[in-house]
């Protein structure tokens, strides 16, 4: 599920306010109905709630914080009239700005939005009954998350968005139901956008105990944890159900409704190669896992650093044959060479047979367009025409990478 914010909100708790030595305040106005009971919130650059206050009349309010940090802001109403309002009228909390404050702040102010709400229930798919304390959230288009709830005692939900078109998924913070969007739906692509524009009511959203996915993603050669790296869930044919990033620790969690899943490690600053479990050359040979209800995986990622340009990338492949063996058996070496940047590139492909002085041997030349893979079935054959055993050697004077079978 690739949506952003995913646990970010419902995990901002309440932090050490009175503590703090106060330096600085931010303040402005809130405009909205006397009837509505509005709260202003900053939360700091790790989600803790760094101060609340109540708009005094005429919808002015003073928000003591602490100098020196970075803050978000919000408005919120508890009568449920208004929706939550993101400071800069940003559509989500981690999409609205962020206020770098060494001084006091005037002019942060609030547009309240009259909101409507969606309502529903949440149950357990094998059994229909309810589930208390999950969470119900609605998305925007560009995956951010606008607003979310938890389940009461009876699996019921409401939830007050303003005016707008939706995605709603429920998931369990404690990775013991799998996530569902709504209408029944694994992932956020599929997912029925619903059109908000009076209070309604959606299906139950049921929720499928979940398969746990766990691991971790590591340098290759440092065997270093890597951070804020992304892994993500895809079924077979490519459809992206979840993505999640690693902790400090290199490791991350997922928990995954039953069905059959790749998956794959990527960098979003692009300092590691994409790299497919298990050590795949692409998407298409990493293997599928099919998972059950309650099945536990263990996915590691071995992930190679991007080679600096210019340099050149050389990999050999230990063993390829074109042999035959006893009872009409054959024995080949498949291989797969993927270019993963934007550009074409050439390589040269080395036939090393075994047992001989291989040092002046000459190669074949291919070239792959940008993003592209070539698979080679018998590559002794089919590229060397030749028969026998030894090992492969693949250079190019850029990134690329390569798989056998």
């Known amino acids: ?34 009837q509505a009971v509005i709260k202003v919130e900053a939360y700091d650059a790790n989600g803790l709630l760094a101060g609340p206050t ?11 914080v602490q100098s020196g940090g970075t803050y978000r802001v919000l408005a919120y109403d508890e009568t449920g009239t208004y929706a939550t309002s993101y400071y800069s009228n940003a559509s989500s909390f981690d999409t609205s700005a962020q206020l770098n404050l060494t001084a006091s702040l005037s002019g942060v102010d609030f547009e309240m939005v009259k909101g409507f709400k969606v309502s529903g229930n949440v149950v357990f798919a094998s059994a229909g009954t309810p589930l208390s304390g999950m969470v119900v959230a609605a998305y925007n288009a560009d995956g951010s998350r606008r607003g979310f709830t938890k389940t009461d005692a009876n699996g019921a939900f409401g939830l007050v ?13 404690n990775a013991k139901y799998a996530t569902s969007f709504y209408s029944g739906q694994s992932s956020f692509e599929a997912a029925l956008q619903v059109p908000v524009s009076a209070d309604r009511a959606l299906a139950d959203f ?10 971790s993603a590591v340098d290759r050669g440092t065997r270093a944890p890597l951070a804020s790296l992304t892994v993500a869930a895809h079924e077979p044919d490519g459809a992206l159900v979840y993505s999640t990033t690693t902790g400090a620790d290199g490791r991350f969690a997922m928990a995954l409704a039953p069905g059959a899943y790749k998956f794959v490690a990527f960098d979003d600053l692009k300092h590691y190669v994409v790299s497919y479990y298990s050590d795949a050359g692409s998407f298409a040979s990493a293997p599928s896992f099919p998972l059950a209800a309650g099945q536990p995986l263990s996915v590691d990622f071995l992930m190679s650093p991007v080679p600096p340009p210019n340099s050149r990338t050389t990999i050999f492949v230990p063993a390829a044959v074109n042999v035959s063996g ?43 367009g940008a993003h592209s893979q070539v698979a080679i079935a018998n590559v002794l054959d089919n590229l060397f025409q030749t028969a026998g055993a030894g090992a492969l050697k693949l250079d190019s004077d850029a990134p690329f990478l390569a798989t056998s079978r």
């Open 1 to 34: 599920m690739h949506v952003r914010g995913l646990l970010v909100v419902s995990m901002l708790v309440a932090g050490p306010a009175a503590a703090q030595t106060v330096q600085t305040v931010i303040n402005g106005n809130v405009f909205a109905s006397p």
């Open 54 to 64: 109540t708009p005094g009349a005429g919808g002015h309010y003073t928000l003591p």
């Open 161 to 173: 968005v303003p005016p707008g078109t939706y995605r709603f998924a429920s998931y369990d913070e």
């Open 206 to 215: 049921r929720l499928p105990l979940a398969a746990s996915v766990a691991g």
């Open 326 to 368: 006893v009872g009409g058996a054959h024995f080949q070496t498949d291989v797969w060479v993927t270019n993963t940047s934007a550009s074409p590139i050439a390589l040269t492909v080395t036939y090393l047979p075994a047992g001989q002085d291989n040092s002046n041997r000459p190669g074949k030349a291919l070239s792959l």
